[in-house]
């Protein structure tokens, strides 16, 4: 099984649909992240959660909320979602302890918004 | 904030030949990570440097980083076509910006049978 788990893995909507994409993780870690990823533009962070209690705004947050129900899940959500929010989006997972720790990223959900 | 820089964007070779990847950093790298990516699908951590001169390997995959912490390279030996992806840097933020990570847009590899 996957470390870190995002479900779904494609999701086709329309225009001003709510949606949410949910992300688990067994890695045991504090530090959860969401991205997008579009063609030329790289990785963007989206929101991101040191702990269950702490929710931190990315570079591109507007549009986006998440919620950390627990350490484990980390969801984000769309509450009316438009066609540029089409993209790839990555949930990824890094350890809180001291020094340089890598992210840990999940296989992606690909949303296409109509 | 700290911006990576990745070179070549793309990369073609023939099977069997060595190429290397660049990423460059416009600050001191805390910590430097790489990734490969198959188009679509998740990004796999490959490895992580923070030392200068620092160098690991994986496989036919080397990767260094300059005695200044703001370069790395990424050097594959042979190149086969499950090489083949996007392969992209990662570093992670000092003090306050602990936990964060950049990220380079990525080399797409492509290895010809």
């Known amino acids: 099984d996957a470390d870190v788990t995002q479900t779904p893995r494609n999701r086709i909507t329309k225009t001003g649909k709510r949606i949410m994409l949910e992300c688990s993780q067994t890695?045991?870690?504090?530090?959860m992240y969401w991205y997008r990823q579009d063609p030329g533009l790289g990785l963007r962070l989206i929101y991101y959660?040191?702990?269950?209690?702490?929710?931190n705004k990315g570079e591109i947050s507007d549009g986006y909320s998440v919620s950390r129900q627990a350490q484990a899940k980390f969801s984000l959500s769309l509450e009316s979602a438009i066609p540029n929010q089409t993209a790839l989006y990555f949930c990824?997972?890094?350890?809180?302890?001291?020094?340089?720790?890598?992210?840990?990223f999940g296989d992606g959900t690909r949303l296409s918004i109509l | 904030s700290q911006e990576l820089e990745q070179s070549p964007q793309s990369l073609i070779v023939q099977e069997g030949k060595n190429l290397t990847i660049n990423c460059t950093s416009s600050?001191?790298?805390?910590?430097l990570y790489w990734y490969k990516q198959k188009y679509g699908e998740g990004l796999i951590f490959l490895m992580m440097?923070?030392?200068?001169?620092e160098e690991k390997s994986h496989e036919k995959i080397t990767a260094k980083l300059d005695e200044k912490k703001q370069q790395s390279s990424l050097h594959i030996t042979a190149s086969q076509p499950s090489h083949a992806g996007i392969y992209l840097c990662?570093?992670?933020?000092?003090?306050?910006?602990?936990?964060?990570?950049?990220f380079g847009d990525g080399t797409t590899l492509t290895v010809k049978p």
């Open positions: 990824a997972t890094s350890d809180a302890k001291a020094g340089a720790q890598p992210q840990h």
């Open positions: 890695k045991g870690h504090d530090r």
């Open positions: 959660s040191f702990d269950v209690k702490d929710i």
């Open positions: 600050k001191t790298l805390y910590g």
């Open positions: 440097l923070q030392k200068g001169g």
């Open positions: 990662g570093a992670s933020g000092h003090n306050t910006n602990a936990g964060k990570s950049t």
